[in-house]
């Protein structure tokens, strides 16, 4: 998707190893958003960023933590990967004018093992 | 949860029908967005409406909004093959976050 990437696109690791997915924008938009989409539970958020070094939990943050030190990037990191966290994970950014809504990469799908 | 939900959660139609698939919420809302999300893709947005807006038009989609009954309903007409996709909701309750329910996968046979 334009302006936004997602690194890896796949992933399948052990249970217990740390984890971190990579979300690069391109258009300098404020704010950035992890969710994990799972069958049954459509989108929800893990963690979201408002600002470099600003970020905030979702509803599903435990066992996740995340890092903005750049405008373009965030970071989301699965601090001892566990089997319940095998998910398709996707980032979103916003330029927090609604009318344009969230535009989205094309996600991470991670497998825990 | 603040999660919509979406109904049906599965639609199969004939190309060429219109594709109806409503949307309900549980918290007051500022706005209500509709995105749709092709196999392996992310999703992407696709029509905005205010809480103060009861419909909204863009090409071939219209959209509804009743906030009475905390529901929303995203109308296809003309459907192709190429609307095959799941759809999603998103509720904005403030402080830019959007709420995304669990989706309708709709199926249009050509």
């Known amino acids: 998707d334009a302006g936004i990437t997602q690194s890896p696109r796949h992933k399948v690791t052990e249970t217990g190893t740390p984890v971190t997915l990579r979300c690069h924008q391109t258009?300098?938009?404020?704010?950035m958003y992890w969710y994990r989409q799972d069958p049954g539970h459509g989108l929800r958020l893990i963690h979201y960023?408002?600002?470099?070094?600003?970020?905030d939990k979702g509803e599903v943050s435990d066992g996740y933590s995340v890092s903005r030190s750049k405008t373009e990037d965030f970071l989301l990191t699965l601090e001892s990967a566990t089997s319940s966290q095998t998910s398709v994970y996707f980032c979103?950014?916003?330029?927090?004018?609604?009318?344009?809504?969230?535009?989205f990469g094309s996600g991470t799908r991670l497998t825990v093992v | 949860s603040q999660q919509g939900e979406e109904d049906p959660q599965a639609l199969s139609i004939q190309e060429g029908e219109n594709a109806t698939m409503n949307c309900s919420y549980k918290t007051s809302i500022n706005n209500l967005q509709w995105y749709r999300q092709n196999s392996g893709r992310g999703l992407v947005h696709l029509i905005l409406?205010?809480?103060?807006?009861r419909e909204k038009h863009s090409g071939r989609l219209r959209v509804t909004l009743d906030t009475s009954k905390k529901s929303s309903s995203l109308l296809i007409t003309a459907s192709r093959a190429a609307d095959t996709a799941s759809y999603f909701c998103?509720?904005?309750?403030?402080?830019?976050?959007?709420?995304f329910g669990t989706g309708t996968s709709l199926t249009v046979i050509p």
């Open positions: 979103a950014i916003s330029d927090g004018q609604v009318t344009g809504g969230y535009t």
């Open positions: 409406i205010r809480s103060n807006e």
């Open positions: 998103a509720t904005d309750a403030g402080g830019n976050q959007f709420y």
């Open positions: 960023s408002y600002g470099v070094k600003d970020t």
């Open positions: 258009e300098n938009h404020r704010y």
